[in-house]
């Protein structure tokens, strides 16, 4: 369906960058004994950029997520995070992100308040800054009936607004978001969505991943898919050649087609 766009176009497509990159990766690599979760990932993003960064499970997105983020050592190729190398300065790297991992990073013995304000004291928040920050977020989220609520009881929804609201807390330069549309009602999404456009606005650069391509079209600047360990697309909105689901079906993860012909209403 786009044959001219295919991997070996990449460069033509790409984007222009008039800012210095906030993300910058080069030939990043990541193997797991001899399998490549990320295959030489040259990528880059500009300050106050929402990035959409897609792909089928198993492409990579998470591991890239977790090198990014300073959880997670490449193997070989470099990546640097608001000018700090991933990999020799892992720490300063954490002291200027927010992250929402895949798996939430959560306590089950800590209540949704003690989660915000355990992030506060983690980034040196001064107490008014905790109190006004804190409760701005809960409300906002929803979250104000359910702050003494431990982690364990609360329901995928709550956690995962939970495991947000602690990523924006400290006001970092770069936000990392592993799948922060999914499991949670549309309310809370289109709230998301609006407070990471206002963020990139004010000069954060959002990195996320997302199977909720609807939800990515309303906010991305940046597009880029991954297949594979490998980079199959890089570009602006602007430049899509289409409807963002086709060429993801296209490039990404191209459905499996065939018919059950035993699914039929009547027959054993």
């Excluded at 990541?30 to 880059?44: H, I, Q």
Aim: net charge neutral; proline share 5%.
């Amino acid at each position: 369906m786009f044959p001219g766009y295919a991997v070996s176009s990449l460069n033509r497509h790409s984007v222009k960058l008039a800012n210095q990159s906030v993300i910058s990766c080069c030939q990043l690599t990541k193997r797991f004994g001899t399998l490549a979760a990320v295959n030489a990932l040259s990528l880059e993003v500009a300050k106050g950029t929402i990035c959409a960064f897609l792909g089928p499970n198993g492409a990579g997105k998470s591991t890239t997520v977790k090198m990014l983020s300073g959880l997670l050592a490449p193997t070989s190729g470099k990546a640097t995070v608001c000018g700090f190398d991933v990999a020799t300065h892992p720490l300063e790297v954490k002291r200027r992100i927010g992250v929402l991992p895949e798996s939430l990073g959560l306590f089950d013995d800590l209540t949704i308040g003690e989660h915000l304000l355990l992030t506060a004291q983690i980034y040196g928040l001064t107490k008014q800054q905790s109190h006004l920050r804190i409760e701005q977020l809960l409300r906002v989220l929803s979250l104000t009936d359910g702050r003494d609520t431990f982690a364990a009881h609360g329901s995928h929804g709550m956690r995962k607004k939970t495991a947000f609201a602690m990523a924006l807390l400290p006001n970092p330069e770069v936000l990392f978001l592993d799948e922060p549309f999914e499991a949670i009602d549309p309310a809370t999404s289109q709230i998301m969505r609006e407070l990471l456009v206002s963020a990139a606005a004010r000069g954060i650069t959002v990195f996320l991943t997302s199977h909720i391509l609807p939800a990515l079209e309303r906010i991305a600047h940046q597009f880029a898919m991954i297949r594979e360990g490998k980079i199959v697309w890089n570009s602006s909105a602007a430049e899509l050649p289409g409807s963002l689901e086709e060429l993801y079906l296209e490039l990404a993860e191209p459905p499996a087609s065939e018919q059950l012909e035993w699914l039929a209403s009547g027959q054993s």
